[in-house]
């Protein structure tokens, strides 16, 4: 059995962005606040986070996560990254670094970006992150296969990546065809929309909900989603069969 909690489910400026005042940024409805997307995977005894954006703190303080077996991130955008400082508590409780998976790319980004946790003058009690390099290849985390899935955001190349039967794509507005073939029939597709209108660099819903068509995914979630989406309540109930809107909380299990 797979268990999904979906951490965040927003775009990068989260749900109500800041001074806004639209019917989405100001619904009292608590599917309409979304912290910046992250989902936890529990499988096989092990707790795998995709992401660690800013709003990391909070998310494992709600969910009460005191350990986690790894992190993988899809790209350096601050939204995805900006909260590994907090890795610091649970390198404290479990006494030892955090294995993050990355490309060389992103672990440059990281290096730089937590420069005070890297190198020879390393703070003392800076996060210890223990980088793991990849690339578009299979890895296994002990008996865990990860296999990662290449897509672009505007020129930015990111990772998705399929574990199981679960597939979770974000930050992304194409997939090449090769790439979409590692995703064919998931139980679970989890896809960046972050409007309805088309975006540089996200899907929009329709390139979303036609991805979810195209790779004959039985259910489909929608993440990264920003307040031009619309209300909760009403976007659930305009999309076609197996296409679902995630919100922050919401856990699936894969049998
Ligand atoms: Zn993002
Ligand atoms: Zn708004
Ligand atoms: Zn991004």
């Known amino acids: 059995m797979l268990e999904i909690t979906f951490l965040?489910?927003?775009?990068?400026?989260?749900v109500p962005m800041i001074g806004c005042e639209c019917e989405v940024c100001k619904s009292s409805d608590p599917k309409d606040n979304r912290l910046r997307s992250s989902i936890i995977i529990n499988y096989k005894n092990k707790k795998i986070l995709i992401d660690a954006g800013t709003d990391f703190r909070q998310q494992l303080l709600r969910e009460k996560i005191n350990s986690l077996d790894a992190i993988l991130i899809t790209h350096e955008h601050r939204d995805h990254t900006g909260g590994l400082d907090d890795v610091r508590a649970l390198n404290y409780i479990t006494k030892k670094g955090i294995d993050i998976y990355c490309?060389?790319?992103?672990?440059?980004s990281l290096r730089n970006e937590y420069s005070y946790a890297f190198g020879e003058?390393?703070?003392?009690?800076?996060?210890?992150?223990?980088?793991?390099?990849?690339?578009?290849?299979?890895?296994?985390?002990?008996?865990?296969e990860i296999t990662p899935v290449r897509g672009y955001h505007l020129n930015l190349p990111v990772l998705g990546y399929k574990i199981a039967n679960l597939a979770y794509i974000t930050d992304m507005n194409y997939i090449p065809q090769d790439q979409l073939n590692k995703i064919e029939d998931m139980s679970v597709l989890i896809i960046n929309s972050v409007r309805k209108q088309r975006h540089p660099s996200h899907f929009c819903l329709e390139?979303?909900?036609?991805?979810?068509?195209?790779?004959n995914a039985r259910m489909c979630y929608l993440t990264h989603l920003s307040h031009q989406i619309g209300l909760h309540s009403q976007l659930e109930k305009s999309l076609p069969q197996g296409i679902n809107v995630a919100y922050d909380g919401l856990k699936i299990r894969i049998d």
């Not at 965040?8 to 989260?14: E, F």
């Not at 003058?121 to 008996?143: E, L, T, V, W």
């Open 103 to 108: 490309e060389e790319r992103v672990a440059k």
């Open 8 to 14: 965040g489910t927003g775009t990068s400026s989260g």
């Open 121 to 144: 003058h390393r703070y003392p009690g800076a996060p210890k992150m223990d980088i793991h390099i990849i690339d578009n290849s299979k890895f296994y985390i002990d008996d865990i």
């Open 207 to 215: 390139e979303a909900i036609s991805i979810a068509k195209k790779t």
